[in-house]
């Protein structure tokens, strides 16, 4: 079946620091991916999204290249903010199925 | 104007008590979904609808029981509350079968 695999948490970075959280994928044919970020006491939120093999998705600084070779949608960004603490979510959903397939969420921590 | 909207937010009830919580969709979308999400962040697709009739039910003890009486609504019942149902429990929607999805605020459920 379909699975995700994200990078175990916590990551604790300082302010202005480069983020990388990795996620690989298992799935037939040509999933859509997702990034999503929950932040404390809310519902997740779509980050970006990719729908084809070597789609960039982009959003509030954050990017992440679908790599159908390596089977990755990794998730990168430049320079963090205490604003982006959070929990974040790969995810990806095939072509007309009923339910998408999340990752167990990487909880970001950004010190001042 | 919430996109999807869920109530109550936060349930606290006792062990062996029946409780519901609603979902409502204002964006037109096809498909709706129930998930739970642990004290750990995990998150588990429970229920998915799809032009109001079930098309995944993953697995959930039939104490619960998800109705969707039309497009832009789908409620869960929980009868015989237990411990264990203690968790946040989200519904979300997506446009389509296959596309991403859009969340709720979250019902944080309690069994004491």
Redesign the interface.
């Known amino acids: 079946g379909d699975s995700v695999t994200q990078m175990e948490g916590p990551v604790t970075l300082s302010e202005e620091a480069f983020l990388t959280i990795n996620c690989t994928y298992t799935a037939t044919g040509y999933p859509?991916l997702?990034w999503?970020v929950?932040y404390p006491g809310?519902?997740?939120?779509?980050l970006l999204?990719a729908t084809k093999a070597d789609d960039k998705g982009s959003n509030k600084g954050f990017e992440a290249t679908y790599r159908k070779e390596t089977t990755s949608f990794h998730l990168e960004k430049g320079s963090v903010q205490v604003s982006d603490s959070a929990?974040y979510?790969c995810a990806l959903?095939?072509?007309?199925?009923?339910?998408?397939t999340?990752g167990?969420?990487t909880?970001l921590t950004v010190k001042p | 104007d919430t996109a999807?909207s869920q109530t109550p937010k936060y349930l606290v009830t006792q062990m062996g008590n029946d409780k519901s919580i609603k979902c409502e969709q204002n964006l037109g979308h096809d498909?709706m979904?129930w998930y739970k999400q642990d004290s750990?962040?995990?998150?588990k697709?429970m229920f998915?609808y799809?032009n109001k009739e079930l098309?995944?039910n993953?697995t959930v003890p039939n104490r619960f029981s998800p109705k969707s009486p039309d497009k832009a609504h789908l409620n869960l019942h929980i009868n015989s509350l237990e411990l264990g149902d203690s968790a946040v429990y989200?519904c979300?929607s997506s446009q389509k079968?296959?596309?991403?999805?859009?969340?709720?605020?979250?019902t944080r459920l309690t069994v004491v």
């Not at chain 1, 809310?42 to 779509?46: N, P, V």
């Not at chain 1, 959903?93 to 998408?100: L, P, T, V």
């Not at chain 2, 750990?40 to 998150?43: T, V």
């Open positions: 859509s997702f999503y929950q809310e519902g997740l939120q779509l999204k929990v979510f959903i095939r072509h007309n199925a009923g339910k998408s999340f167990d969420g909880t | 999807v498909t979904y750990k962040k995990f998150l697709i998915s799809n098309i995944i993953e989200f979300a079968t296959g596309t991403e999805a859009f969340f709720g605020q979250g």
